[in-house]
């Protein structure tokens, strides 16, 4: 099982970036799939997740209407669209899957929102 993310940067307050996650090793399209974040000094948060099929989806109250999580499974594949960057955005981001009982993480990607 390997999640690679990608995307990450610097962006000005306001800004947006895209993250991506391709998994591979597994049946991607068979389990859900969340986006966590670290802040320097902080412990790792739950930022979004989305169901296997993409249906149903849900978010931290911090992120809700600015981040948009999806998936392409053809793709093995999802993203995190984030809007309206804001500079308590900045942390590391992480791809996140339970797999067969056992955690697995990405390398995550660095998010640095700042003018």
């Known amino acids: 099982v390997q999640l690679v993310e990608s995307g990450g940067g610097l962006v000005q307050p306001g800004g947006s970036l895209r993250l991506s996650c391709a998994a591979s090793?597994?049946?991607?399209?068979?389990?859900?799939m969340s986006w966590y974040r670290q802040a320097p000094g902080k412990e790792r948060e739950l930022a979004a997740i989305?169901?296997?099929?993409?249906?149903?989806?849900n978010y931290a109250d911090s992120v809700k209407g600015r981040f948009t999580i999806s998936r392409d499974n053809a793709k093995n594949t999802v993203y995190l669209q984030m809007d309206s960057l804001k500079p308590e955005d900045t942390a590391v981001y992480y791809c996140?899957?339970?797999?067969?009982?056992?955690?697995?993480w990405g390398q995550g990607t660095q998010v640095t929102v700042s003018s």
């Open positions: 996140y899957t339970r797999w067969r009982g056992y955690a697995r």
């Open positions: 090793g597994f049946t991607f399209s068979n389990y859900d």
């Open positions: 989305i169901t296997s099929a993409g249906r149903s989806t």
